[in-house]
T-cell receptor, first 115, second 114 residues
Framework: DADVTQTPRNRITKTGKRIMLECSQTKGHDRMYWYRQDPGLGLRLIYYSFDVKDINKGEISDGYSVSRQAQAKFSLSLESAIPNQTALYFC??????????????FGPGTRLTVL | AQTVTQSQPEMSVQEAETVTLSCTYDTSESDYYLFWYKQPPSRQMILVIRQEAYKQQNATENRFSVNFQKAAKSFSLKISDSQLGDAAMYFCAYGSSNTGKLIFGQGTTLQVKP
């Protein structure tokens, strides 16, 4: 089984709809991250969380919110989706209990299309 | 703020040959990490190699090695004996020790010709 899972893997929605992307991990890592990938722009950080009570905005948090329900779960919500939020979304984790705290491990990604 | 630049949107290499992907970064921090990630058509992000900035020795992982030039803020990836399975998009990333965040470059698409 994959260590970092994302659901759904693909989603098509309409402008104005609320949508939630979910991320679960079995790695036991405290740190979790949400990124979006756009062609020619690489991956950009939306939100990150270093533990259940710690939530921080990344560089492109407008239009998004997150919830850290447990150590293993980190959800990303689009309250009112718009077409320019069409992108590939990745969840990632890292382990701050080791000397490899800097290394992030990624889920398989969610392809989101907003019509 | 830190930035990462990959100036080669696309590269191609003949199977079994060697190719080098370029990456430069800008930072005022002294303690940081650098990474190369591979994204094949499956879109999974796979860690290829990791370099600790305080180490002068270049990291290697099998056919993958880096040329880390700290003063020049350059971090290139060399792939030796290229294989068809190496075809992918490659991302260079900077990891800040202060913030724990990664900053990615724009990516380089590598084509491997048989």
């Amino acid at each position: 089984d994959a260590d970092v899972t994302q659901t759904p893997r693909n989603r098509i929605t309409k402008t104005g709809k609320r949508i939630m992307l979910e991320c679960s991990q079995t790695k036991g890592h405290d740190r979790m991250y949400w990124y979006r990938q756009d062609p020619g722009l690489g991956l950009r950080l939306i939100y990150y969380s270093f533990d259940v009570k710690d939530i921080n905005k990344g560089e492109i948090s407008d239009g998004y919110s997150v919830s850290r329900q447990a150590q293993a779960k980190f959800s990303l919500s689009l309250e009112s989706a718009i077409p320019n939020q069409t992108a590939l979304y990745f969840c990632a984790t890292s382990d701050d209990q080791t000397d490899r705290w800097d290394t992030q491990y990624f889920g398989p990604g969610t392809r989101l299309t907003v019509l | 703020a830190q930035t990462v630049t990959q100036s080669q949107p696309e590269m191609s290499v003949q199977e079994a040959e060697t190719v080098t992907l370029s990456c430069t970064y800008d930072t005022s921090e002294s303690d940081y990490y650098l990474f190369w990630y591979k994204q094949p058509p499956s879109r999974q992000m796979i860690l290829v190699i990791r370099q600790e900035a305080y180490k002068q020795q270049n990291a290697t992982e099998n056919r993958f090695s880096v040329n880390f030039q700290k003063a020049a803020k350059s971090f290139s990836l060399k792939i030796s004996d290229s294989q068809l399975g190496d075809a992918a998009m490659y991302f260079c990333a900077y990891g800040s020790s202060n913030t724990g965040k990664l900053i990615f470059g724009q990516g380089t698409t590598l084509q491997v010709k048989p």
